[in-house]
């Protein structure tokens, strides 16, 4: 079992629609937690941190659940240049305990369409 | 954007031949990982360093090995290049060990075909 699992989708909305991943994460001791967006072919860009407050960054929201250890996005009011894979980043302990490490979910494929 | 650069961004290799990708930062940020990216898998951590000459292994390990001699640099070496390795390889770095860890910028990558 991978340590952060996400639906690999396609997601396929319509502009205006309103999405939400989610993300699950199997180490309890984690701590940092991020939603990053990545474009075909290119670098992954962070989309913002993640709060267990929730957070909140124009028309995109993330929240995170410690209890059920899952993370979640939602995209409102979809634009077309929203089409791209969303990837959850959980920072997981190293084995040694000395680090924490960027672990990558399998991304999820979002298509925004007119 | 964080100052990041891998070079070469695209290289051609034959089998069995040695391979070294480098990323070079400009932030004296403490962390710097190495992943590769393949259809279906994500992104999967190769090796890390957390300061020079202190490095570790990631998940997929095997056939690689790393250097880190100085902050800014960190090496990534195929001993001996298969076509399993044909893959797209970020470098990353990170602030350090804060709360749980800072968050990562990545470089543009480095498409490496093994033929």
């Known amino acids: 079992r991978k340590e952060v699992e996400q639906d690999p989708g396609p997601f396929n909305v319509p502009e205006g629609a309103t999405v939400a991943f989610n993300c699950t994460y199997s180490?309890?001791?984690?701590?940092?937690f991020f939603w990053y967006r990545q474009d075909c072919r290119k670098e992954p860009k962070l989309l913002m941190s993640?709060?267990?407050s929730g957070n909140e960054d124009g028309r995109f929201t993330a929240q995170l659940n410690r209890a059920s250890q899952y993370i979640s996005l939602l995209i409102r009011d979809s634009k077309l240049s929203d089409s791209a894979t969303y990837l959850c980043?959980?920072?997981?302990?190293?084995?040694?305990?000395?680090?924490?490490?960027?672990?990558f979910g399998r991304g999820t494929s979002l298509i925004v369409h007119p | 954007d964080a100052g990041i650069t891998q070079s070469p961004r695209h290289k051609v290799t034959e089998t069995g031949t040695p391979v070294t990708l480098r990323c070079h930062q400009t932030e004296n940020h403490r962390y710097m990982y190495w992943y590769r990216q393949d259809p279906g898998h994500g992104l999967r951590l190769i090796h890390y360093s957390y300061g020079v000459k202190d490095t570790d292994k990631g998940e997929v390990s095997d056939g690689y090995s790393v250097s880190r001699s100085k902050t800014e640099d960190f090496l990534l070496t195929l001993e001996s290049a298969t076509s399993s390795q044909t893959s797209v390889y970020f470098c990353?770095?990170?602030?350090?060990?804060?709360?749980?860890?800072?968050?990562?910028?990545f470089g543009q990558g480095t498409r490496l075909t093994v033929v």
């Open positions: 180490n309890s001791a984690s701590q940092s």
């Open positions: 993640v709060y267990s």
């Open positions: 990353a770095i990170s602030e350090g060990r804060y709360a749980g860890g800072t968050e990562a910028f």
């Open positions: 980043v959980v920072n997981i302990p190293s084995a040694s305990g000395g680090s924490y490490i960027p672990t």
